[in-house]
C-alpha cells in the first residue's frame, strides 16, 4: 500500500508548454516552435551579408525598411547543410531579449508544414544527449500521427544572437 502511495506523490512530470506550433521541416527532420513568437513567414529573399559573422548568422534582409538579421536554424543546431529550393523560407520571430526588447530576427528553415495544436500528453521529456539541442532548448518530442517532433525552445536557442552576436549588426 505504502509503495502505491509513494508512485502516487511523484506522477510523471508534464510539460509546461501545450498549444498551437507551428511545425517545420530541417533536412528530413520535423520541428515545431510556438505560434505566439511568430510575426510571419516570408519566401527566401537576397541576405546580404554581414562580415566576420558566426558561420549560421546569413545575415540582414530588409523587410519593409526594418533590417532583420537572419540566421540558418539548421547551421546554428549543427545539422547537414540542405540546399535551398522554392521551399525553403525564413520564419520572422518577435523576441523577446534579455534586457526586456521585443527583437525582430529571421529563422531560415527547408520548408513550413502546418500549425498545429499539441496537447500535453503528446509531449513527452526531450533525452539529453548533451548536444545544443539538450533538455535546456527543447521543450520536448512530440508524438504525431507520422511519427515524431521536436518542439524548440526557440528563445533559448537563439538568445546568444540576440543579446551578443546580432547587437553588432
Given at each position: 500500500m505504502s509503495n502505491q502511495n509513494s508512485q502516487n506523490r511523484n506522477p510523471k512530470p508534464s510539460p509546461t508548454v501545450a498549444g498551437k506550433f507551428l511545425t517545420f521541416l530541417l533536412g528530413s527532420e520535423s520541428y515545431g516552435i510556438e505560434?505566439?513568437?511568430?510575426?510571419?513567414?516570408?519566401?527566401?529573399?537576397?541576405?546580404?551579408?554581414?562580415?566576420?559573422?558566426?558561420?549560421?548568422?546569413?545575415?540582414?534582409?530588409?523587410?519593409?525598411?526594418?533590417?532583420?538579421?537572419?540566421?540558418?536554424?539548421?547551421?546554428?543546431?549543427?545539422?547537414?547543410?540542405?540546399?535551398?529550393?522554392?521551399?525553403?523560407?525564413?520564419?520572422?520571430?518577435?523576441?523577446?531579449?534579455?534586457?526586456?526588447?521585443?527583437?525582430?530576427?529571421?529563422?531560415?528553415?527547408?520548408?513550413?508544414e502546418e500549425v498545429i495544436n499539441v496537447d500535453a500528453e503528446q509531449i513527452e521529456p526531450s533525452p539529453d544527449f548533451g548536444t545544443e539541442i539538450s533538455r535546456d532548448r527543447c521543450i520536448g518530442i512530440a508524438t504525431r500521427k507520422d511519427g515524431l517532433m521536436t518542439l524548440l525552445d526557440i528563445e533559448k536557442i537563439v538568445s546568444n544572437e540576440i543579446s551578443r552576436t546580432l547587437a553588432n549588426i
Open positions: 505560434v505566439l513568437c511568430i510575426r510571419e513567414i516570408i519566401r527566401m529573399q537576397q541576405i546580404t551579408p554581414v562580415p566576420q559573422m558566426p558561420e549560421h548568422v546569413r545575415g540582414v534582409i530588409n523587410l519593409r525598411g526594418k533590417v532583420i538579421p537572419v540566421i540558418d536554424l539548421g547551421i546554428k543546431l549543427a545539422l547537414p547543410e540542405a540546399k535551398a529550393n522554392d521551399k525553403t523560407c525564413v520564419i520572422v520571430l518577435d523576441i523577446k531579449s534579455e534586457m526586456g526588447d521585443n527583437t525582430l530576427l529571421g529563422i531560415v528553415v527547408d520548408a513550413v
